[in-house]
């Protein structure tokens, strides 16, 4: 088990060669294990992982396999090993020719040896697989049948198809209806397809793991590593999209040993991952949301509130927003999905066709998780059933009839229904909901709960609490490649919560002075200015584009608005190029920025000491303001970080400014800390404050270590700490991040004294 990793984004621009030479650095920092985006081969030009085309072999652009072990010796050289991201749920088939298996699939149909590996409906279509590639129906008079020494293939443009054997006499469109394949005008993805994909991502197939042949042929490369020791832990992608994420992982646990593994599940707030799970738990997304909610000021909700009301026009109804966003997935981009679903309930004795999709599409829209796992999770279908029943009376004879069917752990359709609520929830609320939202943007995060603004520090203490007894080896994170934007942007706009008219002033003006039509996704675009400032024009521009379309209200993917968009792409050149407003952003920017690394140095401080495998997204040992993917993908100086480690190590404590190596002392002595005396984290007690300012300090007891950690740097600039003290253990205590020694009696330590340099300590005895 992991005392701390380190995620590491390997590209074809940051290899495996590349990551040895870090190897070191990270042994300095303090992890005990490198922690690996997907490494398998790849899609081509893929910037992720995620598209995997070949299980058998390594990613060679990042490296191959003699990158692999040249990279594994030297995390070994450094006593370090090697946590893997795995992603079991899909592959890649962008391109047909990357990914043999497709290939053989496309070219042979439900004769193929890997027919069993994808999950194909082969009766809807007339069997043949239904590809959205066209770019309308009248494009097949662009095919063309190209002879090539690997035989005679199918060429759409630059795409390539396979041609059945004996088929390749006539014309390109003759050729083409003689296929297990159909090429089709994109549009119809919507809902035609008859393939089963990673959310409505086309490109990737979905793959029938439960199948004990898939399982092996797919794991075992990765099985081989474990075996061998090259890779010590794995991370799994996804499991939501799994038919039986408990089979899989028993299966998994099975093949390498019980090893510790994580899984990518994106937890509601007060939902438990299933007991039966062979995992040490998640990767994060709840701690996440635990730790950024309790340095979020309550106070301020009433008037980011009033706000987001008078932009929007009215009090938004966040619930009704998710379920509308939720509809609009079932009724467009999943809508092969729900089509796939009806076609398995067929006919329902009373209930129009209609009324069945309907009713499937409002039990999707009211799912108030990503999935359940039947028999675990039943409570939330019957919770749905009546819920929907309640806001829909013309459904309840559909919704009736469909409950019993859906609750039946095991078949076809409680299966498929549970690996598409899953999606349905992904791209109506982080997808889409998070952008039209845009109340308070901190809180719109993975995991999060925009509707919940903050949260006291004793639902703090009990939520780790049960931490500790439920799930103290589940992995903790701020900052994922999949965060809507770095811990240190939620910080800074954390903030804002404590300045609420100062914030609601300055975005007025702002809107007054560049109006946008949206004006809701104007509030979002402002607070991701802010957030993020400084940062260049282009990545300004590229993130608005983004979040507008991802949005939908305004403009989107697929139907590109370009007069908004000019509006839109103005607004932000008026950051940069309006001395007013670009002089006001300066202004405020340098105000609250204090107050941000503050509340940086808190989070990140609770986030690797609470219970949990604490995670450090590459470069976020640093001040890390990115946005959204791709931007917090960008190449990490660690040139820098290793010369400011070095300075730490030879007794400098920084102060709290804009070098961010203030945070790098936090996680360095942390991360040590954690490695070198595990015995000294074995138990979560909090450890109570007194004084005027008690509400400001979150801190608790490791079993032998303390976090003492500021919230509401604002409201404490004000009033000052005044006699406030933690504790009322008497002795003498050592910051482990200043080397500051204290003596307290039995009323405590003064925080005064304690944060007199770092808004932050760890204490041991001394």
């Known amino acids: 088990m992991p005392a701390g990793t380190y995620r590491l984004q390997v590209t074809a621009d940051f290899t495996l060669d590349d990551a040895a030479t870090v190897a070191g650095y990270l042994a300095d920092l303090g992890v005990t294990h490198a922690y690996s985006s997907p490494l398998l081969r790849s899609a081509a030009g893929s910037t992720h992982g995620y598209?995997?085309?070949?299980?058998?072999?390594?990613?060679?652009?990042?490296?191959?396999?003699?990158?692999?072990?040249?990279?594994?010796?030297?995390?070994?050289?450094?006593?370090?090993?090697?946590?893997?991201?795995?992603?079991?749920?899909?592959?890649?088939?962008?391109?047909?020719?990357?990914?043999?298996?497709?290939?053989?699939?496309?070219?042979?149909?439900?004769?193929?040896?890997?027919?069993?590996?994808?999950?194909?409906?082969?009766?809807?279509?007339?069997?043949?697989?239904?590809?959205?590639v066209l770019g309308s129906t009248d494009d097949v008079s662009q095919l063309e049948v190209v002879e090539t020494d690997d035989g005679p293939e199918l060429r759409y443009y630059d795409n390539r198809f396979p041609i059945a054997p004996g088929t390749g006499t006539g014309t390109p469109q003759e050729v083409h209806d003689r296929q297990h394949y159909e090429l089709v005008d994109w549009r119809r993805a919507d809902d035609q397809l008859n393939y089963r994909r990673f959310f409505a991502i086309n490109t990737l197939a979905g793959l029938r793991v439960e199948d004990r042949d898939v399982f092996r042929a797919t794991h075992a490369l990765v099985v081989q590593?474990?075996?061998?020791?090259?890779?010590?832990?794995?991370?799994i992608d996804h499991p939501d999209g799994l038919a039986d994420p408990k089979g899989y992982l028993d299966l998994l646990a099975e093949a390498t040993g019980d090893r510790w593994t994580v899984v990518e599940k994106i937890l509601e707030p007060g939902e438990e991952l299933p007991e039966s799970w062979k995992t040490a738990g998640t990767t994060g997304y709840d701690a996440l949301a635990e730790v950024d909610d309790v340095l979020i000021d309550p106070a301020g909700e009433a008037a980011i509130t009033a706000l987001d009301t008078e932009l929007a026009g009215g009090r938004v109804d966040?619930?009704?927003?998710?379920?509308?966003?939720?509809?609009?997935?079932?009724?467009?981009?999943?809508?092969?999905?729900?089509?796939?679903?009806?076609?398995?309930?067929?006919?329902?004795?009373?209930?129009?066709?209609?009324?069945?999709?309907?009713?499937?599409?409002?039990?999707?829209?009211?799912?108030?998780?990503?999935?359940?796992?039947?028999?675990?999770?039943?409570?939330?279908?019957?919770?749905?059933?009546?819920?929907?029943?309640?806001?829909?009376?013309d459904l309840t004879a559909a919704v009736d009839a469909l409950h019993p069917l859906l609750g039946s752990a095991g078949t076809e359709l409680a299966t498929r229904f549970e690996q598409t609520s899953g999606?349905?929830?992904?791209?109506?609320?982080?997808?889409?909901?998070?952008?039209?939202?845009?109340?308070?943007?901190?809180?719109?995060?993975?995991?999060?709960?925009?509707?919940?603004?903050?949260?006291?520090?004793?639902?703090?203490?009990?939520?780790?609490?049960?931490?500790?007894?439920?799930?103290?080896?589940?992995?903790?994170?701020?900052?994922?490649?999949?965060?809507?934007r770095s811990e240190d942007v939620r910080a800074r706009l954390a903030v804002l919560a404590e300045v609420p008219?100062?914030?609601?002033?300055?975005?007025?003006?702002?809107?007054?002075?560049?109006?946008?039509?949206?004006?809701?996704?104007?509030?979002?675009?402002?607070q991701n200015l802010v957030g993020a400032w400084p940062l260049s024009r282009e990545r300004a521009h590229a993130y608005v584009e983004k979040a507008a379309r991802e949005a939908g209200t305004s403009t989107t993917w697929t139907n590109p608005v370009q007069e908004f968009e000019d509006q839109l792409h103005a607004l932000v050149d008026a950051a940069f190029d309006d001395a007013t407003t670009h002089a006001e952003i300066e202004r405020f920017v340098q105000r609250i920025a204090p107050f941000g690394w503050s509340n940086s140095l808190s989070q990140k401080?609770?986030?690797?000491?609470?219970?949990?495998?604490?995670?450090?997204?590459?470069?976020?040992?640093?001040?890390?303001?990115?946005?959204?993917?791709?931007?917090?993908?960008?190449?990490?100086?660690?040139?820098?970080?290793?010369?400011?480690?070095?300075?730490?190590?030879?007794?400098?404590v920084p102060p709290v400014d804009e070098t961010g190596a203030a945070k790098l002392l936090v996680v360095s002595r942390t991360l040590r800390h954690r490695r070198d005396a595990p015995d000294s984290w074995s138990g979560y007690t909090p450890v109570p404050a007194r004084g005027p300012a008690a509400d400001s300090v979150v801190a608790f007891d490791r079993g032998g270590v303390v976090t003492v950690a500021t919230r509401r740097p604002v409201h404490l600039a004000e009033t000052g700490w005044g006699d406030t003290a933690v504790g009322s253990r008497t002795g003498a205590w050592r910051d482990l991040l200043t080397g500051t020694r204290l003596v307290s009696d039995s009323g405590g330590i003064r925080l005064s004294d304690l944060c007199a340099q770092l808004p932050v300590a760890l204490l041991v005895r001394d």
């Open 51 to 132: 598209d995997t085309v070949d299980h058998a072999h390594i990613d060679e652009p990042r490296g191959g396999r003699a990158g692999l072990d040249r990279f594994v010796t030297a995390l070994h050289e450094h006593g370090l090993g090697l946590v893997l991201d795995l992603v079991p749920n899909h592959m890649g088939v962008s391109d047909p020719a990357e990914s043999g298996w497709w290939w053989d699939l496309l070219q042979h149909g439900r004769e193929s040896d890997h027919a069993d590996a994808f999950d194909v409906d082969w009766d809807f279509g007339v069997g043949r697989i239904r590809i959205p």
């Open 225 to 235: 590593l474990v075996e061998n020791g090259s890779v010590d832990a794995l991370r």
């Open 318 to 393: 966040y619930a009704q927003l998710v379920h509308d966003c939720k509809r609009e997935v079932t009724d467009g981009m999943l809508g092969s999905e729900v089509a796939r679903l009806h076609r398995i309930v067929g006919e329902l004795p009373g209930v129009t066709a209609e009324q069945v999709t309907e009713g499937l599409a409002e039990l999707l829209a009211g799912f108030p998780v990503y999935r359940s796992y039947l028999p675990d999770g039943r409570e939330h279908l019957d919770a749905t059933v009546a819920a929907v029943k309640l806001r829909r009376p």
């Open 423 to 484: 999606p349905v929830m992904a791209k109506g609320v982080e997808d889409s909901a998070y952008y039209r939202w845009s109340r308070f943007v901190a809180l719109n995060e993975v995991g999060g709960d925009p509707a919940r603004f903050g949260t006291t520090v004793e639902q703090f203490h009990a939520a780790q609490q049960h931490r500790q007894e439920v799930k103290p080896a589940s992995m903790t994170t701020l900052s994922t490649h999949d965060t809507k």
């Open 501 to 526: 008219s100062e914030w609601a002033g300055l975005v007025r003006d702002w809107l007054d002075r560049h109006p946008l039509t949206d004006r809701p996704l104007a509030h979002l675009v402002w």
């Open 605 to 652: 401080l609770l986030q690797l000491t609470i219970p949990g495998v604490p995670d450090v997204y590459q470069g976020t040992e640093l001040w890390d303001f990115s946005l959204v993917d791709p931007d917090n993908r960008r190449p990490v100086d660690y040139g820098v970080r290793q010369e400011l480690l070095a300075r730490l190590d030879e007794g400098w």
